[in-house]
């Protein structure tokens, strides 16, 4: 029996990153929307990446992420193809898009890797989209958010339980939140970014049956905004020496410079410094349970064929 045509795509989409050292100032041109970028923002730049090894495993882990997906929606029945494309840096959005109008495509579900919304961040993947989609009849369903999907929640659950048997027993430990810091402005406007958050932190911390907890905001831009805070380095300060801090990114699924970075190199040494025992939770990556998330994230957007 011939197999039946796929007429869905389920487009994953995520940040982006340099593959390699000598790509970093043309990815952070494109990150500033074609200005060219200060010799000392370039350095600063590849300082980082070389504390991580000289690249992020993004790329490779969005792109595993895909693959799983699509391995579980076709294992359920549900005909679809799954493909990724980046908002900076190859392979971009654009690019992804392109692949999918070699099919007889009819439908496109669009999530982009980070389950809580703001217009300044979600809202230009969708504009991308949209562009990349401009003179064509595929209909778009673009999921705004998917922060409140119990599988999400349960996924994150797991890895807090995981972590927290690398603490020593019966110690208290000091649970802190992290997500992306937008600038503060985004309060005023509305935008539903750090409600959000705070949801995802109680519902993860009921089902670790966790009564104390804390959020805090990491890797803020450089401009002249103020940004949301607490920063984690200024949380990590008000806290007394020799405290245990296990520190979940609720805002993030991946592994990538923020996490391996951010939390991994300047978060742990400011820690080190001040006396306090930092871990923090693995990201999501490939876990079966995220998958699982995923699959029940965009099936019902999904027409099976």
Same mark, same amino acid.
């Given at each position: ?8 795509? /389920?487009?994953?989409?995520? #940040? ?10 043309? #990815? ?13 923002? !370039? ?12 690249? +992020? ?25 799954? #493909? ?12 992804? /898009? &392109? ?8 439908? *496109? ?15 230009? #993947? ?9 003179? +064509? %009849? *595929?209909?778009?369903? @673009? ?23 690398? @603490? ?8 802190? @939140? ?8 985004? /309060?005023? =406007? ?5 409600? %959000?958050?705070?949801? +995802? ?16 905001? %990491? +890797? ?22 020799? &405290?245990?801090?296990? !520190? ?10 923020? *996490?391996?970075?951010?939390?991994? /190199? %300047?978060?742990?040494? @400011? ?5 306090i025992n930092l871990l923090r939770t693995e990201s999501l990556n490939t876990?079966? &349970? ?5 699959? =029940? ?9």
């Amino acid at each position: 029996m011939a197999s039946r045509p796929v007429k869905t795509a /389920v487009l994953l989409m995520a #940040y982006g990153t340099p593959r390699s050292e000598h790509e970093i100032e043309p #990815y952070l041109t494109d990150i500033k929307r074609g200005r060219k970028p200060t010799e000392i923002e !370039v350095e600063d730049l590849k300082k980082r990446y070389r504390e991580i090894g000289g690249r +992020s495993p993004l790329l490779e882990i969005t792109a595993a992420q895909a693959s799983r997906l699509e391995a579980a929606l076709n294992s359920k029945g549900i005909s679809a193809r799954v #493909y990724f494309g980046m908002r900076h840096w190859h392979p971009h959005i654009t690019e992804a /898009v &392109t692949e999918i109008l070699k099919l007889e495509i009819r439908k *496109i579900v669009a999530l982009v890797l980070a389950p809580h919304y703001s217009e300044m961040s979600i809202g230009e #993947y969708k504009i991308t989209l949209e562009n990349s989609l401009a003179n +064509s %009849q *595929i209909e778009i369903q @673009f999921i705004d958010n998917w922060h409140n999907n119990s599988l999400l929640n349960y996924a994150f659950k797991e890895k807090v339980v995981e972590a927290l048997k690398r @603490f020593p027993k019966n110690v208290k430990t000091e649970i802190l @939140f992290t997500a992306h810091s937008l600038p503060e402005r985004i /309060v005023k =406007d509305g935008e539903p970014y750090p409600m %959000q958050l705070l949801e +995802s932190c109680k519902a993860v911390a009921s089902l670790v049956n966790i009564e104390t907890w804390s959020l805090a905001y %990491q +890797s803020a831009g450089h401009t002249g905004d103020k940004w949301l805070e607490p920063d984690i380095l200024e949380a990590l300060r008000r806290l007394p020496k020799h &405290t245990n801090v296990l !520190v979940v990114p609720i805002g993030f699924v991946s592994d990538h410079l923020e *996490i391996l970075y951010d939390i991994d /190199v %300047q978060a742990q040494a @400011f820690a080190r410094s001040h006396g306090i025992n930092l871990l923090r939770t693995e990201s999501l990556n490939t876990s079966p &349970t995220f998958i699982n998330a995923l699959v =029940d994230v965009v099936s019902s957007r999904i027409t099976s064929i």
